[in-house]
Nanobody
Framework: QVHLVESGGGLVQAGDSLRLSCAASGRTFRPYDTGWFRQAPGQERELVAAVSWTGGSTLYADSVKGRFTTTRDDAKNTVYLQMNNLEPEDAAVYYC???????????????WGQGTEVTVTY
């Protein structure tokens, strides 16, 4: 069992940056692929970014390419999502997930955090 806890969300203005963190406990992150998803009110949960367990492969939503970067530090059992040049459309609850399949699909991820809210104002 992997327990995930996200942190780093908050209220920012358009153009600002935030870094989200996802800390794992229970088991090491090392064998798991990890993903960041977000869900805005009335919308489906969507993949924002994912990084494979080796760190060698990444996936990004087209809407965040060039602005967001996901990295992992297995020594700290933590995954990060660096978000730059935030836009109001990025406002959502952001979730960290871990699983054994590197995918854009949320259903393949086995473990989920409770989410952290990001609000972006004009």
């Amino acid at each position: 069992q992997v327990h995930l806890v996200e942190s780093g969300g908050g209220l920012v203005q358009a153009g600002d940056s935030l870094r989200l963190s996802c800390a794992a406990s229970g088991r090491t992150f090392r064998p798991y692929d990890t993903g960041w998803f977000r869900q805005a009110p009335g919308q489906e949960r969507e993949l924002v970014a994912a990084v494979s367990w080796t760190g060698g492969s990444t996936l990004y939503a087209d809407s965040v390419k060039g602005r967001f970067t996901t990295t992992r530090d297995d020594a700290k059992n933590t995954v990060y999502l660096q978000m730059n040049n935030l836009e109001p459309e990025d406002a959502a609850v952001y979730y960290c997930a871990a699983g054994r399949i590197f995918s854009r699909g949320s259903r393949v991820y086995d473990y989920w955090g409770q989410g952290t809210e990001v609000t972006v104002t004009y």
